[in-house]
């Protein structure tokens, strides 16, 4: 009997501590006061700590800063192992999107997506050539930046980033870094010469961002000089970006970001202005269902790549929640990667461009769009991805070629009907608020693809040896055709929907085709060592006008065999022609008329030889909550594109206001 | 002289497993299609980061060289054996390099341990309880309505458990985080508070779906033996059914509770990847499914191999200390 009372009391002295640590319900440490009255009108109630003693009180974040000054990010790639190592050029650091180059790292060059250019940052002009051999460089570096821990910024920390690179062969970046730049030296404290190994003639777009960051990130020279580049961990991180580190989980679940006090002499301070958050929290909220639940609950500002599912739950359950367009297709879809299938054209029967063409024309897009992203998608015919900049600069002006071109035997597989006929489809299905203007249409759903005509597809079959057995194809070899589609599993969403839903439509074509879901390590290592037949793929980006470099992979000289790991060209696809045009584009500067000749001409060959089967732009819903924050880019104010996990965030922050919630 | 004939087998029984355990760790990460360098290369450009045919050989060229995955797979093989037996060193995690892998087992073990620990513990503790009163006092009504309960909650998989009780106390009645945020360091009040405030969830949710097990089959075990002669007998003898259930049923029945026990407990070592996943809570768990994703070969090596030790190492002491609580039972 003792023995039992003795378990209940300790039992119940357990809930009491239970329920002591949870303070009574409240969630998170006490409030110490801050901006907002408090209370929302409408919508959902945060939930949290509310600040005692009416109305003066204000919500504070489970790491102790008031919310109303607090802007929360979703960590998109996850936890950080080690939250001390801030060393950018070793593989273990703390991943970059945990708001480390978003805010804290800054590069030489940045990019504005919506023009399509890249615009100096940490550089103040862009390198201008010496001579004629294209080997020298000047730029400037900004005047009147600083560390954040207050020590100048000048062009001997370039200096020695540079040569630090250089010298550490352990840092992974050093074999091309040193393949690229023989020399960094600093002139004066604002003046930068290189020397480049080889005649370059895009050094911005190799030193600079050109998508999502640069490798090529300036350490501070003062700090850096004593320490060993390949094992220093770099504990307390600084950079010349507008914040500074305030607060780190130990476990890495989350970065607590504070705005600098002499932000007038960070990057941003300089080109824009004073940022809008005094604390940017990135956090890591877990799977999906949870991340959805945090801004439902307003304790999420800003929401990485999720579902149009979950944006339907979502903008049901927020009122302030806001995804790129205010109607539908809510999703912005400027992102520069392109989806679709790509063919291992080493491999039988996919080195034939018929049997490529016949997949093309046995694709019914309209219903694989909406088996994807509900239709929520931008069709691309050709090799670089339909965001508004290339849009404008390729897919437009080559419509009259697309609209004529023709397969051997003279048909013209291009159908430029898609966006109306998406549009038709959409509304049977009851959606509202669809542009009605055939040039919005258009600009929305994109110029066209190809026709879905099995018949067509039937017939370039036979051509080639392929017979039908009922509703089967068979081989030439008389056996049945069978291939397996290498998808992501579970992450890169479009890309795995994209892969189901192609096979559906080549099902009911006569094949028997099998999608293999492949984590990460086995996914890329099939890419890139050939071992793969189709694959949902992403191997078409862009984002400047010159695409050159997206493209250089594609020279048949990266061509390996099967089995050995590819540099480029994992589709293993060989063009004299288009190697031809990669090798003169090497030459010219990317503002030489030639530029846009040679890649539109690029684009040809693959419309013709099509080793990867572009179908769709990548719609990306990043939603926004406005409930404590608003001024956040959106396609009526895209004074920028919702690129939350690029280093160009930063540009963002001046924009961002507090509502006074 | 029975007894060291039965430590000396047990322990190269014991040996032989983790031999065994550890070679076929080795090998099997081995043989999957992927490659922790190409996982990497490809995670940079899945980022979107532009990356040339140039820069991707030379940086395919350096890590393979810093992970240490030159030469031939025996030399790399016995490097790992020599390396584990004498210095218990798993080299540096290829995912986080050059991160070590002791030190991220180090940093998530204490998380896992004291989760599971106590979650593992509370069920056992209740479920046999409970299991002993559906068992043996099988018609009366509170055993009817907890056994009820606990079949109810056993076959309701964890994951859509836990996404209950996140709506329940951490959305529709916000009293719990939504995912997990420790505040403060060290052996201060302020960091306890927040590790307990913050386990209770995935700790409840873990004692919910943990304790249905126990208290089917300790009713399956206490109901049996309710019925075996020498109960009836201690029942003719005219003692009380407390008597009969805490000092006749219970030690019979508890045995092979205790050496479920130790085998879970040994099994906590494998971490529970669902529950550091969903209440994001930091372990061994979320280490292993890392190393899987990445194919980082040392994280998972390092992950796996302690975890057969301690399976085997429980079983080893399970064996061992039979006897002690068993008087039927020999060292033979």
Not at chain 1, 105 to 134: R, Y
Request: proline share 7%; aromatic share 12%.
């Amino acid at each position: 009997m003792s023995k039992m009372k003795r378990l209940t009391t300790g039992l119940l002295l357990m809930a009491v501590l239970l329920s002591a640590c949870t303070g009574g319900g409240n969630n998170g440490p006490e409030p110490t006061g801050g901006a907002g009255g408090g209370g929302a009108d409408g919508g959902n109630e945060p939930a949290g700590t509310e600040a005692a003693g009416g109305g003066g009180g204000g919500k504070m974040t489970d790491v102790g800063t008031p919310r109303s000054e607090t802007l929360i990010v979703d960590i998109l790639g996850g936890r950080s192992p080690d939250p001390e190592r801030f060393n950018p050029y070793v593989p273990g650091a703390v991943a970059m999107d945990a708001g480390v180059h978003q805010l804290m790292f800054s590069n030489l060059w940045e990019i504005d997506t919506q023009k399509g250019t890249q615009i100096p940052d940490l550089a103040a002009t862009f390198p201008e050539p010496l001579d004629d051999t294209n080997t020298k460089f000047r730029f400037k570096v900004q005047e009147g930046l600083a560390w954040s821990d207050g020590t100048p910024f000048t062009a001997h920390d370039v200096e020695f980033t540079s040569k630090m690179i250089s010298e550490t062969k352990e840092l992974g970046w050093n074999g091309y870094y040193t393949s690229l730049v023989k020399s960094m030296k600093a002139i004066d404290d604002y003046t930068i010469e290189v020397e480049t190994v080889n005649p370059e003639t895009r050094l911005s777009q190799k030193l600079g961002v050109v998508i999502w960051g640069n490798n090529f990130r300036v350490m501070p020279k003062h700090i850096w000089e004593n320490e060993d580049p390949a094992t220093f961990k770099f504990p307390d991180p600084i950079g010349v970006g507008p914040y500074k580190l305030s607060k780190r989980d130990p476990q890495g679940n989350w970065f607590l970001w504070e705005k600098r006090e002499d932000w007038q002499k960070s990057d941003i301070g300089k080109l824009v202005g004073e940022p809008g958050p005094k604390y940017i929290l990135f956090k890591y909220f877990g799977p999906e269902e949870k991340r959805i639940i945090g801004m439902i609950q307003h304790d999420m500002d800003i929401l990485q790549d999720i579902t149009p599912e979950s944006w339907d739950v979502l903008k049901q359950k927020n009122e302030y929640a806001r995804a790129w367009y205010q109607e539908f297709p809510y999703a912005t879809m400027d992102d520069p990667c392109e989806r679709g299938m790509s063919f291992n054209t080493a491999k039988e029967p996919y080195d034939n461009p018929d049997v490529r063409w016949a997949l093309a024309l046995m694709t019914d897009i309209k219903n694989v769009s909406m088996a994807t992203f509900g239709g929520m998608l931008r069709v691309s015919p050709i090799q670089l991805p339909p965001i508004q900049v290339l849009q404008e600069t390729y897919h437009k002006p080559m419509l009259d070629w697309l609209k004529d071109f023709q397969l051997e035997d003279g048909y013209k597989p291009f159908d430029e009907t898609y966006a109306e006929g998406i549009v038709d489809m959409l509304k049977q299905q009851g959606i509202e608020g669809l542009p009605t203007d055939p040039q919005a249409i258009a600009d929305t759903f994109g110029v066209g693809w190809w026709k879905y005509d099995p018949d067509k597809a039937a017939q370039l079959l036979e051509k080639n040896g392929f017979k039908k057995d009922g509703d089967k194809w068979l081989l030439p070899s008389g056996e049945p055709w069978t291939m397996t589609i290498n998808a992501p599993a579970n992450f890169e969403v479009q890309s795995m929907r994209l892969a189901f839903a192609v096979a559906d439509s080549w099902r009911k074509g006569g094949i028997d085709v099998n999608v293999q879901q492949m984590e990460g390590a086995s996914f890329w290592d099939s890419e890139s060592t050939g071992a793969f037949e189709i694959g949902s793929y992403w191997p078409a980006c862009g984002l400047l006008p010159d695409t050159t470099a997206n493209m250089t992979g594609w020279h048949k000289q990266y061509i390996v065999p099967i089995g050995e790991q590819a540099p480029g060209n994992r589709n293993r696809w060989a063009n004299d022609r288009v190697s031809e045009l990669l090798d003169e584009l090497d030459g010219l500067k990317p503002d030489d008329p030639k530029v846009v000749r040679n890649i539109t001409e690029i684009n040809q060959e693959f419309v013709k030889g099509i080793p990867f089967l572009p179908m769709f732009g990548t719609s990306k819903f990043v939603p926004v909550d406005t409930y404590y924050w608003e001024g956040y880019q959106t396609s009526e104010d895209a004074f920028e594109g919702p690129w939350w996990w690029w280093s160009q965030f930063k540009f963002y922050t001046p924009h961002l206001k507090p509502t006074g919630r | 002289m029975g007894f060291y004939k039965f430590l000396l087998t047990r322990l190269l029984t014991f040996i032989l497993v983790v031999f065994i355990g550890i070679t076929t760790v080795f090998f099997v990460p081995r043989f999957m299609p992927s490659d922790p360098v190409e996982a990497m290369i490809g995670k940079m450009t899945a980022n979107q980061a532009f990356m040339e045919p140039e820069a991707i050989v030379t940086l395919r060229e350096t890590l393979n060289e810093s992970f240490g995955l030159e030469g031939s797979v025996l030399q790399q093989y016995f490097g790992f054996v020599k390396r584990v037996i004498l210095t218990q060193d798993f080299g540096p995690s290829l995912a986080s390099y050059p991160i070590p892998v002791n030190e991220l087992i180090a940093r998530a073990l204490p998380w896992t341990m004291g989760l599971l620990l106590i979650s593992t513990l509370i069920a056992w503790l209740i479920g046999n309880v409970v299991g002993l009163l559906a068992g043996f006092r099988k018609d009366k009504a509170y055993s009817k309505a907890l056994e009820g309960v606990s079949i109810v909650i056993y076959p309701i998989p964890y994951y859509i458990l836990s996404l209950i009780l996140i709506m329940l106390l951490s959305y529709i009645f916000p009293i719990f985080p939504l995912t997990a945020t420790f505040q403060g360091e060290g052996f201060t009040w302020e960091h306890i508070r927040s590790i307990v405030y913050n386990s209770i969830l995935p700790a409840l949710s873990m004692i919910l779906v943990g304790t249905g097990w126990w208290v089917i089959s300790m009713k399956t075990l206490s109901s049996g033996i309710a019925e075996e002669d020498y109960v009836q007998f201690a029942r003719l003898k005219g003692l009380s059914e407390r008597k009969i259930m805490t000092k006749y049923v219970l030690p019979n029945a508890a045995l092979p509770q205790v050496t479920m026990l130790a085998l879970q407990v040994g099994s906590i070592f494998n971490g529970a990847l669902i529950t550091e996943i969903l209440f994001g809570y930091p372990g061994i768990g979320t280490l292993i499914y890392q190393g899987i994703l990445q194919a980082d070969y040392n994280l998972i090596m390092g992950t796996i191999t302690i975890s057969i030790v301690a399976v085997a190492g429980a079983t080893f002491i399970v064996d061992f200390l039979y006897p002690f609580f068993d008087p039927r039972v020999r060292y033979k």
